[in-house]
């Protein structure tokens, strides 16, 4: 298997190119080591690597690596968050960004102490395997969450469906891309939307170039389900 640092400079290069692509700077982009599948030693050595964002799809595995991996670290929570479970992730985490119901932003406004950034998931594809709201009930749905003082919403985020063609991946983030700035201009004071969580081994490069403030990268950095131990 291959070093975290290898696969790292490697998708390093490919976000340059894209951001030179798109003309965006690659201060914008946040990588966000995606770790769901790897062990905790495998993560560390991420860490060691140079990642300080690291996202978990399990309250399992986000306490699990939480609790043993004492680097600075900002970690996020990426999968579907069954609400019984959001006290348990809310004191951990930078963010969330997997929002899209109101039952579960009432229950992160009941548990937490500080206002919670949240990304609100969108299925921007219409798969019916994809968690998300649709497009078109998103803003209604953000507007409605300033009933919740601790909820934050600071941008969207969504899952591509795992393709390989180029012009529709681009239109589902171009889809998501205008809604931001959609949500953006309505200004709420708990929605600032400025950011765009986007982007997967499988398509990152396009989500960077059409506007992607936050990558999600499992695969391309820590290597393949089936290369790593447990999970
Ligand atoms: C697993 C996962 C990723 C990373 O996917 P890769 O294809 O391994 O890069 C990103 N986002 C979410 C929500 C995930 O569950």
Not at 32 to 43: D, H, L, N, P, Q
Not at 108 to 135: M, Y
């Amino acid at each position: 298997m291959l070093s975290v640092a290898h696969n790292l400079n490697n998708i390093q290069q490919k976000i340059s190119q894209a951001c030179q692509t798109g003309g965006r700077d690659p201060e914008d982009v946040t990588v966000i080591g995606v770790t769901k599948y790897a062990s905790t030693e495998r993560t560390i050595e991420a860490v060691e690597a140079g990642i300080t964002n690291i996202g978990e799809n399990r309250l399992e595995g986000l306490t699990e690596k939480y609790n043993a991996i004492e680097h600075e670290v900002n970690w996020h929570f990426i999968g579907n968050l069954q609400s019984r479970k959001a006290r348990d992730v809310v004191g951990k985490v930078a963010a969330i960004h997997s929002l899209d119901r109101r039952s579960l932003a009432k229950e992160i406004n009941k548990r937490a102490d500080k206002p919670v950034d949240c990304f609100v998931q969108v299925n921007v594809s219409g798969e019916s395997t994809k968690q998300g709201l649709p497009p078109e009930e998103t803003s209604h749905f953000i507007e409605q969450l300033a009933d919740y003082e601790k909820i934050r919403v600071v941008g969207l985020m969504t899952m591509a469906p795992h393709i390989k063609d180029e012009d529709l991946l681009r239109q589902y983030f171009r889809t998501l891309a205008e809604l931001k700035v959609q949500i953006e201009n309505e200004q709420w004071d708990h929605a600032p939307c400025h950011y765009l969580s986007m982007g997967m081994s499988n398509d990152y490069e396009i989500a960077i170039e059409e506007g992607a403030t936050h990558i999600r990268i499992g695969t391309e950095l820590v290597g393949p389900p089936e290369n790593n131990e447990s999970r």
